[in-house]
């Protein structure tokens, strides 16, 4: 169980980007560890044992959130970078182009004293976190969930989902960027 | 990557936002690298963002517990007998 021990949580969160509810992404992941048990003997390690447990989530989820019909995110067909432009930070906080010191912070950001050890003790703030990533756009979410709270690389990442190394940087970034905003938000009401 | 603004001017904080997080995981090319450390070493609002951009990814890493339920650890369990039958 050990290998479930540490990877069910990741499983299940990147389940919730391809279906409606918890127990729909609760059977997702069930019937990816079922995938693995019945396909072991497949194995030839060409892969890491963790990227090939993603793999199957990702087709089982994405078939199953096919028959849900629910749209479902298509990372491979989507080019992020040839979509319009979305800002990390809202344009009005800065200086408007034309003025003098255009570009420069009209509303620059907070300091946060706190390190992020003493941030991460807090319950509510880890679960702010959770929930601007649970609001993130799908593709954003895959790509933030692996990376940021799995850990995995960016390779690892564009192999597992079929996506440039560009579409993963900006994926990334804009997801990063939301979640930031979001706790920026969450820390000011404090 | 495209830059909007021209290779000797400083880059201005509202594209300095949009560069944080590669910035932040090595992705930069040496010579924006440089130009990105440069400005924050005299921007203290940028470094408070890039900061705030880090702590953000420290927090990811840190705001999932890794341990299964006991339901879930029992619904995992049967299942897997079932599989093997």
Redesign the interface.
């Known amino acids: 169980m050990a290998l479930v021990e540490m990877y069910h949580s990741g499983l299940l969160r990147l389940a919730r980007s391809y279906v409606n509810t918890q127990q729909l992404a609760e059977d997702v992941v069930q019937e990816t560890w079922v995938g693995l048990i019945r396909g072991i003997d497949r194995f030839e390690g060409r892969s890491s044992l963790k990227s090939w447990l993603f793999t199957i989530l990702v087709n089982t989820a994405r078939t199953r959130g096919k028959r849900e019909a629910r749209s479902i995110p298509f990372s491979s067909l989507w080019d992020p970078a040839s979509e319009p432009g979305e800002y990390a930070v809202d344009p009005s906080r800065f200086v408007p182009r034309g003025q003098k010191a255009a570009g420069q912070w009209l509303r620059p950001p907070e300091r946060w004293e706190a390190s992020a050890e003493e941030m991460a003790l807090s319950s509510e703030t880890r679960s702010q976190v959770l929930l601007a990533v649970d609001e993130l756009p799908p593709t954003q979410r895959e790509v933030i969930t692996l990376r940021d709270i799995e850990g995995w690389t960016a390779s690892e990442v564009c192999n597992a989902l079929a996506i440039s190394e560009t579409n993963q940087r900006v994926l990334l970034h804009r997801a990063r960027s939301r979640v930031r905003a979001a706790l920026e938000k969450y820390l000011e009401r404090q | 990557m495209k830059l909007p603004w021209s290779r000797r001017e400083e880059i201005?904080?509202?594209?300095m936002?949009?560069l944080?997080?590669?910035y932040l995981?090595g992705?930069l090319a040496a010579d924006l690298r440089r130009r990105c450390r440069e400005h924050l070493e005299g921007c203290?609002?940028?470094l408070?963002?890039f900061?705030?951009?880090?702590?953000?990814?420290?927090?990811?890493?840190?705001?999932?517990?890794?341990?299964?339920t006991v339901p879930?650890?029992q619904?995992?369990?049967a299942?897997?007998k079932?599989?093997?039958a």
């Open positions: 201005p904080c509202i594209e936002v949009e944080a997080s590669s995981d992705g203290d609002a940028c408070a963002f900061d705030q951009v880090s702590k953000t990814i420290a927090l990811l890493r840190r705001s999932v517990t890794r341990t299964l879930e650890r619904r995992l369990l299942s897997f079932q599989a093997r």
